[in-house]
């Protein structure tokens, strides 16, 4: 990653920025939630949570924490990844708090991580990897424009890589 953490990131109703000790609860409340942990392996348990969660959660390069009105509501990385089996060297993941969805936030807010991304690694790729069951992980890279490189089996359920930016199928891994 570049210097990081780069300026926060405005959209028209979000601000993607840099974890604060504030978020802290939200972000237990994230990793414990059973809806958010339904295709990420479950939800963590609280206990352990509230005793190993840093005073300033996910400080570290490629977290965003996707912020509406000052209140943390779900988070974004951009991760690198072994280009192996990855299709791209960089891999977007994202978690919103179950009362976020179906606002469109998720959607604004990758979208704003992709274009900060992509001005900063001009030419690179973006994989997203989520399991076909997960709707509406599935409706957000169509939404963001991912484009599907494979399927594969893995972690007991069917998975979906795709690519962002588009690539033509002749130039896929």
Known sequence: MPDWPPAPIKTERLVLRESEPRDRPAFI??????????????????????????????????LFVVD?????????????????????????????LPEAWGHGYATEACTAALGWFAETHPGERVALCTQTANAGSMRLAAKLGFTEVER????????????????????RP
């Not at 339904?38 to 939800?43: D, L, Q, R, V």
């Not at 509406?68 to 993941?93: N, V």
């Not at 089996?153 to 002749?170: D, H, I, R, T």
């Open 68 to 96: 509406l009105g000052g209140a943390l509501i779900g988070m974004i990385t951009l991760d690198p990844r072994d280009p192996k089996g990855h299709a791209a060297e960089t891999e977007i993941g994202y978690l919103f």
């Open 152 to 171: 594969f089996e893995a972690y007991g359920a069917p998975q979906w890589l795709g690519v962002w930016p588009s690539v033509e199928p002749s130039r």
């Open 29 to 62: 409340e994230l990793f414990a939630s059973p809806d958010v942990g339904t295709y990420i392996g479950g939800p963590r348990p609280r206990d352990e949570l509230e005793r190993t969660t840093a005073d300033v959660p996910g400080r570290r390069p490629g």
